[in-house]
């Protein structure tokens, strides 16, 4: 299992918009791409110096070639919408991890 982690620092002053969009628009979107089997969103707690709220959006996919297939044929265009909406109000870092083992409490 590979998690695509996007971590998004977003100024308060478009915060509630991109909050919308995010919630409404972009998840499901990215969901309905077929790439992806599911999306976590936490907050950040830790205030950062530069203000603003962070939160990082965790997507789910079987394997590490199927994240590429979504960045050879989706990336661009999913990129390109936030962009466009809330340009310099939002900084954003990609991370790729490997889920090697999860462990619960029985």
Do not use: C
Not at 13 to 36: A, C, N, R, Y
Not at 40 to 67: D, N, P, R
Not at 75 to 83: D, H, N, T
């Amino acid at each position: 299992m590979i998690i695509y982690n996007v971590t998004i620092n977003i100024d308060d002053s478009v915060h509630d918009q991109w909050l919308t969009w995010i919630h409404e628009k972009h998840i499901p979107e990215m969901l309905q791409l077929g790439k992806f089997t599911e999306a976590k969103m936490v907050k950040v707690l830790v205030e950062e110096e530069m203000g603003g709220a962070t939160y990082s959006i965790q997507f789910l996919t079987e394997s590490k070639a199927m994240l590429e297939r979504y960045y050879n044929e989706d990336a661009p265009r999913m990129r390109e919408e936030g962009l466009k909406l809330f340009g310099d109000k939002m900084l954003a870092f990609r991370t790729e991890l490997e889920l090697l083992k999860q462990y619960t409490l029985s």
